[in-house]
């Protein structure tokens, strides 16, 4: 390849991440990120730890995001798990217009259903309203479980509230989802986990199949087996497999700006006019470095 391509990776977890993945992420040709809020793995009991978890993605994670050159988004949101705890559910409700006017909040996600219980779509519906006042995208997770009729379900209750389906990035597609969503006009996004469900493998054919209007590659990579990797790798071995570049190009970096760009936070410029890395940098006092050299870069020329 002449030059180099440029991905986004508009789901992944970098929280959970090391700094060893930002570096290949970066070397990998990742220029920005979208963080969705999510659950953690093991339930939170208090609101404060909502409130503690959302401040880091918008303040400590695009700071270290911002030391290994990446630029980092989030969506922010009360994820469908959590929403059975009724309770706590309502106090993160109350939490969220504090953090959506926030720079760098591109969307309200993610947001949806797991099991599709009546809390979790009270509080879909709930978000969906606000996302609407606040004239916001929405990041919606669909469930891994019964997924055919809990995306249709999700995208239902989304047209039932008046959002417009444009405004509305709906994420982990598979060949059976797809159709319905574009037909309806979502944007459709796919995750692509190492070794199972939608692997790379099937993504190409799904391009090579459903074109590549509104269709979106990302790797939801997180504390589980995933591949922060998964967008460039994918964007690979469709070049290998003969999809044209420019179609490689619109599915793993220009549909994600186009979609999250709406937001009107999210612009190239930000990544294509940066000044470059300077671990000399701190974040209230702090560095991501272990006494090793910062790196400098002087201001680069892309
Ligand atoms: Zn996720």
Request: hydrophobic share 35%.
């Amino acid at each position: 390849m002449a030059k180099k391509l440029q991905f986004i990776d508009p789901h992944v977890h970098m929280t959970s991440r090391t700094t060893d993945d930002y570096e290949a992420m970066a070397a990998a040709g990742v220029v920005a990120v979208i963080e969705p809020s999510f659950w953690l793995g093991q339930p939170r009991t208090q609101v404060g730890s909502f409130q503690d978890y959302f401040s880091s993605l918008v303040g400590w994670e695009p700071f270290r995001a911002s030391q290994f050159g990446i630029k980092h988004y989030c969506t922010i949101g009360l994820n469908s798990k959590e929403a059975n705890n009724e309770p706590l559910a309502e106090q993160v409700m109350d939490l969220l217009p504090l953090y959506l006017h926030k720079e760098g909040v591109v969307a309200v996600g993610e947001i949806g259903y797991d099991d599709q219980t009546p809390a979790e779509d009270k509080y879909f519906r709930q978000q969906l309203e606000l996302a609407k006042e606040f004239g916001m995208l929405v990041q919606v997770h669909t469930p891994h479980r019964d997924k055919k009729a809990g995306t249709i379900k999700s995208m239902e209750v989304c047209l039932e509230h008046g959002l417009d389906p444009s405004m509305v990035i709906i994420d982990h597609n598979n060949e059976e989802t797809v159709q319905e969503v574009l037909d309806r006009g979502f944007i459709a996004a796919f995750t692509i986990y190492p070794k199972t469900k939608m692997g790379n493998e099937r993504m190409v054919e799904v391009v090579r199949r459903f074109g590549s209007d509104n269709i979106i590659v990302d790797s939801s990579a997180d504390w589980g087996v995933s591949d922060p990797l998964a967008v460039p790798k994918t964007a690979s071995l469709m070049l290998t497999r003969g999809i044209p570049e420019i179609d490689v190009v619109k599915t793993c970096y220009q549909n994600a700006l186009d979609a999250f760009g709406k937001s009107g936070k999210m612009k190239e410029e930000h990544w294509q006019n940066a000044k470059g890395i300077d671990q000399r940098q701190l974040f209230q006092d702090n560095s991501v470095l272990r006494g090793q050299e910062p790196k400098v870069e002087s201001d680069k020329i892309v």
